[in-house]
């Protein structure tokens, strides 16, 4: 008798996009697929529509679905394939899916991410922002979280990551910035003749130390002592 490991059913094999999968051990992973139209964080069904939304259910076997423990991830992507919305939802009683979570990406006119925005999913407000500043090519300048840090990545003239600096919020006041060591972790870069890493520098960090590379960017020597 030959054992299942898995099995795939496809809507349409040249696209090769699954309609089913069971796996081994019997669980069920269901897909959906739709074309809609997006705004304010809400995706419509429209065939004529310029966005995608996939809907996969993590379900038990038999594709049975189990209370709390059967899941579902459903992602909206643009017509450039970038995903502008991600959601998860739970099987709760007495038989319905619950979301847990949302939460959207918005890009710049060249594609790139700058912000990410939490989302409550009762009524779509959001409840934590992660913004990012790019530079004018595709270097990344600060990263912001939800809690206010701020990521600062510094680059050479060749577009090469040469420091990271990572600012710490004090207390609750995210206005009050301050750079204390337990605050702040701190790294540089130096490159090689031929553009590879050669030293790496961690300070006021977890785990302060200057990290050295060979020729072709392997780790040559680790000192997490290093001043």
Partial sequence: MTALTEQVYYQD??????????HADERVDSYDYAMGIYSSYAFTVNPQGAY????????????????????????????????????????????????????????????????????????????????????????????????????????DRLGRPTRTIRWGVEGCDSQSIVARATDVDYASVEYGGIGAFEQVTVTEGPLPGVYGYAAHSETAEIDPLAA
């Fill in 13 to 22: 094999a040249m696209l090769r996009e699954p309609s089913s999968v069971t």
């Fill in 52 to 155: 995608r939304r996939v809907t996969i259910e993590h379900l038990g076997p038999n594709g049975t679905a189990l209370e709390f423990l059967s899941t579902r991830d459903t992602t909206v992507t643009d017509s450039g394939g970038r995903v502008v919305l991600r959601e998860q939802a739970v099987w709760i009683p007495p038989g319905h899916w619950a979301t847990t979570s949302r939460a959207a990406t918005t890009y710049d006119a060249k594609g790139r991410p700058v912000q990410v925005s939490r989302l409550d999913p009762a009524d779509n407000s959001v409840i934590g922002l992660t913004t990012t500043v790019w530079g004018d090519c595709c270097n990344k300048r600060t990263v912001t979280d939800e809690s206010g840090i701020v990521t600062t990545h510094i680059a």
